[in-house]
């Protein structure tokens, strides 16, 4: 890289001089104080052992402890006294101070060689050779000293380097603040100890620039405040001249005034033309420094100067570089940068200022909202606000914004929440309505409005508007306000804002906002684990939910009868109640509104037919069930009765309608309420199985939806007697052949659906239905009743396994159903019951028959993970957590080699059928498939499952050659990927024993077909040297054992990790640039610490003659003779050692 441009010297800088004779270190002067000290120390030791026995203490002790105290403290270097607690700085400041008045040249030398230690560099000047001393000089002593590594690294204790950070600000601080009334104006001082930091700064070593930038920063902070204070005084004392001056009286108060005028200016000027100094000789080079915390330390100092003195910074000049350090690659200097504006913005005097440089950084601004970063975002969100509040954005500018409420990181979605309430719900950045008036009610009914309207942005998919109510939930105190938002639903006079949209909006945000307040998620967590609270949120909690049951006791009731008709408001309005507290009911006297509420529950389960308000219905009347009390739950328990009764009574008339020829609607609609009651609660269907299944057989032509759900409740009902029976003490034998008999009536229709050929629509997936629950059923039925689930038992004749044909059925079904496209399943995504019945659903119904052993896995398992590269996505996610579960239970080397032979042979069928395309295809996914099978093999798993893999190559082998050469490519194309799994000697093995299956076989009558034969050679031979020259470079001699992961440093590279060339500062280094050439350089420095060069070029020179003796081989003759020649080139003469 280019060396640093050199900083221009400024206008006051000394003439080059000849170079000083300094030291490098005072070893004798540091010996001598830590020889005093130790005698101090043991004095002090003595004098304590004294006191001890002597409690009272005289003046004169007290004096002398005193002064021992004092003593110390002036030893104490200024690099001590730094690295120390910092207790101690103020006073040393002070005798510094009083030293520099006395002697300036000892005092000034002390402190460059306090500076030059802070830096890690023991190098000291002596007090004559200050003005003799050219800083061109020092520093490049310095920056050798760095190359030889002879510095002291802070940052070896990040608590420890943080303290000693903290301590050098407050050193800097105190000094300048102590030498305000003299030292800091004399132009001598401060002037050298700025040209020491600015040129420390512009240095290659790293501990040089981290250090030196910290200094010069803080002295500009600093400098800053000695401005405040004499700004403060020059307008005193100009209020004071004017006051003077209106008297019209010339005198000397006026003279005096005016020269400590002049003179309080003058200093002013001083200071900023070092604040000046320091910017463009240390900030504009050190912003774009290649480490990134320098970097977000000038961005953050940059940030307190614009604050704190906008007088000098707060101009373009000086604010470009907050909106440039925007677009930093480090996210910490981007959220930096934001934190930084986002104070100024907070000013509203600054904003004035802010204009032009808004207008031309605001839409970089908006764009960091949706940052990679999530903490950058959220920053940049709260950035965004106050550009809103100053009205300093486009409304039409932040529809992306908008678009982060639905956004994964839930840390965005509340900022972007809190943005969209104080800017579209409270709209506090609007000045013509930002105050609201009119009682809390008024308000709330205002905010819950203009939620609707964002609400009816996204009324077509309920999961989006739960997103939207989440985020703002925590900002929004209307959605809490109960009665206001009831009172809105009740109104007799509906304003005209508030539509049929709208007031399904309102009662999904009812129902989420009632969630939320009790605890519950609304949305899905990432982390997917159950949330904790504390005993104070729980106790918040319970009294939302009293807060919600009281306000909703009386107007319950009458929600329900208004919007009872209305199929999308009904389900989320019923499903409330399971978030009240029930008890209040018996306390409130408010028995007979609980009764009307279960009766309208009731008539809205028989009113609609839908899935949601169904499962709703269920759900709340189950809830007041068992969470009720008393009368009220004996009520409650009366409706299920009574419901059940009513059930049955429909269904039977449903059934006779259809039996006499009439609509199947009504037999559809009362089925689908009895497959939801069913799902919670046991029906008593005993006395109607029989006419469940009369239908099936003797109206096969009815509707596929019809059947579907008759088979449904058919399996649920049987369930339901396998769990009475296992739940019961003693079982009758009538009891059990009873079972027997409906579970084989149920799987004599479900097999008679494997049977018939069922027409699959492969572009529209509803009409698949059927096929989808006959899968699942079947599923569940050979689950629920699988043999060796009852073997042994006193009910082993509930055992049952299905024969290999039907499984073969069962798979051939399965198999055409998750072949229909994903693009119909997209289509029909918002149909009922879609997430059982889709492809997930069927894959999941095959890999739950194989990881229970409810069937034969040895067809079945290989059958589906052989098409595991056409599935989806989320289809392959359960193949591979059937792949691992079985992993688990044993060796799976035989299913995973049938797997790869039922893959590769629809590949030779389509090979023989001349369509290349579709072969060449088809050989890739056999390819990707044994890929993705071995890479399941990596790290400790190669060797725990190494006879697993073994197994798989060998039987792979015996495959390929079977039917050699037509099958050789199943060497090449799958063997392979498990073979480079193995160790080295076994690799040997392997290659050895392919050898010998071509000895006596002429390869070369047909070359083409051998191909992959050779092709597979080469490559395990080249693997296996690449393993020899591994483990010979890291095993030398044999006594050493390869170490995983990255090699160690050596122990002697400080001075390399201090000072590194790689890494120096250049103006020229862009901060958008890349770390990629650093990487690049450590990766091949490890390679070539990992594989000695020597070795290297051995296992290459031995690997170009075996290509030779190849070729050779292939020339003259293929026989089992060359064979046997290469195989003796490739055995280690010696074992330790490269031949």
């Known amino acids: 890289m280019e060396d640093e441009p050199v900083v221009p010297e400024p206008a006051t800088r000394r003439s080059k001089r000849a170079r000083a004779q300094v030291r490098t270190a005072d070893f004798t002067r540091t010996d001598k104080i830590e020889d005093e000290l130790e005698e101090e120390r043991e004095e002090s030791s003595d004098d304590l052992q004294e006191n001890r026995r002597k409690p009272k203490r005289n003046k004169a002790t007290e004096g002398a402890s005193t002064s021992a105290a004092a003593a110390r ?131 290659p070593p790293r501990c040089y620039r981290q250090i030196a930038s910290l200094m010069g920063l803080q002295l500009v902070t600093s400098f800053i405040n000695v401005a405040k204070v004499l700004g403060a005084q020059r307008e005193t004392t100009q209020r004071q001249l004017n006051a003077e001056k209106k008297k019209k009286i010339e005198g000397p108060r006026v003279e005096s005034l005016t020269k400590r005028l002049s003179m309080t200016h003058e200093k002013i000027t001083t200071m900023e033309e070092m604040m000046r100094k320091i910017f463009t000789g240390l900030f504009v080079h050190r912003y774009r420094d290649i480490d990134p915390d320098i970097r977000m330390s000038c961005i953050e100092s940059l940030g307190v100067w614009v604050l704190s003195y906008p007088s000098l910074f707060l101009q373009d000049l000086y604010l470009k570089y907050l909106g440039w350090t925007l677009n930093d690659k480090s996210a910490g200097v981007r959220k930096t940068s934001v934190l930084a504006l986002q104070t100024l913005y907070e000013v509203d005097d600054n904003v004035p200022s802010l204009n032009l440089f808004t207008e031309r950084f605001y839409k970089r601004m908006l764009e960091l909202a949706d940052d990679i970063d999530i903490s950058v975002s959220v920053c940049a969100i709260g950035l965004v606000k106050q550009l809103l509040r100053h009205q300093l954005v486009p409304d039409d500018q932040l529809s992306s914004l908008y678009d982060l409420l639905i956004d994964d990181p839930p840390d965005v979605r509340r900022a972007i929440g809190a943005l969209v309430y104080d800017h579209l719900i409270a709209q506090k950045f609007n000045n013509s309505q930002s105050r609201s008036t009119g009682s809390d009610s008024d308000s709330s009914k205002v905010h819950i409005s203009r939620m609707l309207k964002i609400l009816k942005e996204f009324s077509t998919d309920p999961i989006l508007s739960l997103y939207v109510i989440d985020d703002v939930w925590d900002y929004m105190g209307g959605m809490k306000d109960w009665k206001c938002i009831i009172q809105m639903l009740l109104a007799d006079n509906p304003s ?23 605890g519950e998620r609304i949305v899905p967590a990432t982390d ?94 189950k809830f007041c069930a068992t969470d009720s009390q008393g009368e009220l739950q004996d009520f409650a328990q009366n409706q299920i009765k009574e419901l059940e009764e ?110 018939k050929p069922l027409k699959l629509h492969g572009d529209v997936r509803c009409k698949n239905q059927l096929a ?39 798979w051939k079904m399965c198999e055409q159903l998750l072949n229909v496209s994903d693009d119909a399943e997209e289509d029909e995504g918002n149909r009922e019951y879609v997430e059982e019945t889709n492809a997930d659903a069927v894959m999941f119904a095959l890999a739950k028959l194989v990881a229970t052993d409810s069937v034969p896995k040895e067809h079945l398992a290989p059958e589906i993970i052989s098409h595991l590269e056409k599935y989806g996505t989320s289809v392959s996610e359960t193949v591979k957590h059937l792949v691992t579960s079985l992993k688990k239970k044993g060796d799976i080397s035989s299913i995973l080699i049938e797997t790869l032979k039922m893959a590769y042979q629809r590949y030779l069928v389509a090979l023989s059928g001349n369509d290349k395309s579709l072969s060449s ?11 993705r099978l071995s890479g399941s093999y990596v790290g400790v798993a190669r060797t725990k499952y190494k006879a697993e893999i073994m197994n798989i190559v060998k039987e792979g082998i ?155 081989k292939r020339d003259q003759t293929r026989t089992v003779d060359a064979g046997r020649r290469a195989t003796e080139e490739l055995t280690p003469k010696t074992s330790g050692a490269s031949s």
């Open 496 to 518: 005209a804002e508030l539509d049929d949209v709208d007031a399904t909006n309102l009662i999904r945000l009812l129902f989420a906002s009632t969630r939320k307040a009790v």
């Open 646 to 755: 009513e059930l049955i009574g429909k269904l039977k008339s449903a059934i006779k309608d259809v039996v006499n020829g009439g609509d199947e609607y009504l037999l559809l609609v009362n089925l689908k309420r009895l497959y939801e009651f069913q799902l919670s609660h046991r029906v008593p269907l005993e006395s109607m199985y029989q006419d469940l299944v009369h239908v099936l057989k003797s109206f096969r032509t009815i509707d596929d939806e019809v059947i579907a759900f008759l088979l449904l409740n058919m399996f649920f009902h049987v369930s339901w007697c396998l769990q009475s029976v296992l739940s019961s003490e003693t079982v009758s034998e009538a009891r059990v052949s009873a079972l027997v008999e409906k579970r084989d009536a149920l799987l004599e229709q479900l097999e008679y659906f494997l049977d």
């Open 958 to 1112: 015996s495959y390929a050659f079977s039917r050699a050469p037509k099958q050789l490519s199943f060497l090449d194309g799958v063997v392979l990927h498990f073979v480079s799994k193995l160790p080295a000697p076994d690799i040997l093995d392997i290659m050895r024993g392919v050898e010998r299956r071509t000895e006596n076989v002429k390869t070369d009558e047909d070359p083409s077909g051998w191909r992959p034969y050779y092709a597979f050679l080469d490559t395990i031979r080249e693997k296996y040297l690449k393993n020899e020259a591994v483990k010979v470079a890291d095993g030398k001699e044999g006594t050493s054992v390869r170490r995983r992961g990255r090699p160690r440093k050596k122990q002697d590279l400080q001075g390399k990790r201090l000072f590194d060339e790689q890494s120096s500062s250049e103006e020229d280094d862009s901060i958008s640039g890349s770390d990629q050439d650093a990487t690049v350089e450590e990766k091949q420095e490890d390679d070539e610490e990992n594989v000695p060069l020597i070795h290297s070029l051995k296992a290459s020179s031995k690997l170009r003659s075996l290509k030779v003796s190849k070729e050779d």
């Open 921 to 931: 295809k088809l050989f890739q996914e056999c390819k990707s498939l044994a890929a």
């Open 772 to 810: 989808y629950r006959v899968c699942g059923i079947l599923a569940d039925t050979w689950c629920l009743f699988k043999r060796i689930r009852f073997a042994s038992t006193n009910l082993e004749m509930l055992g049952y396994s299905p024969d290999e044909s039907i499984v073969k059925k069962y």
């Open 73 to 203: 403290k002036a030893d104490s270097s200024l690099i001590d006294v730094v690295k120390g607690e910092g207790k101690e700085i103020p006073d040393v400041v002070k005798r510094w101070v009083e030293h520099y008045d006395k002697n300036q040249k000892s005092a000034t030398a002390d402190l460059l060689s306090m500076l030059f230690e802070a830096c890690g560099a023991k190098y000291f000047l002596q007090e004559e050779d200050i003005d003799m001393t050219d800083v061109d000089d020092v520093v490049v002593a310095l920056v050798n000293m760095a190359r030889r590594g002879e510095i002291e690294d802070y940052q070896s204790s990040k608590r420890g380097f943080k303290n000693f950070k903290d301590n050098l600000i407050y050193f800097w601080d105190n000094l300048v603040s102590e030498c305000q009334s003299g030292p800091l104006f004399d132009q001598s001082l401060f002037d050298r100890c700025l040209d020491y930091i600015i040129a420390l700064s512009c240095t």
């Open 528 to 621: 997917n684990r159950n949330p904790h609270y504390t005993k104070a949120q729980k106790e918040i909690f319970e009294n939302n939910k009293r807060d919600v049951t009281v306000s909703m006791m009386k107007t319950y009731p009458q929600l329900l009868r208004k919007f009872m008709p209305y199929k999308d408001k009904v389900s989320p309005l019923v499903e409330i109640i399971v978030h009240m507290n029930l008890e209040l009911y018996s306390l409130k006297r408010q028995e007979q509104n609980f009764k009307a509420i279960l009766k309208l529950m009731r008539e809205a389960f028989f009113k609609h037919g839908e899935k949601d308000a169904l499962r709703s219905c269920v759900k709340a009347i």
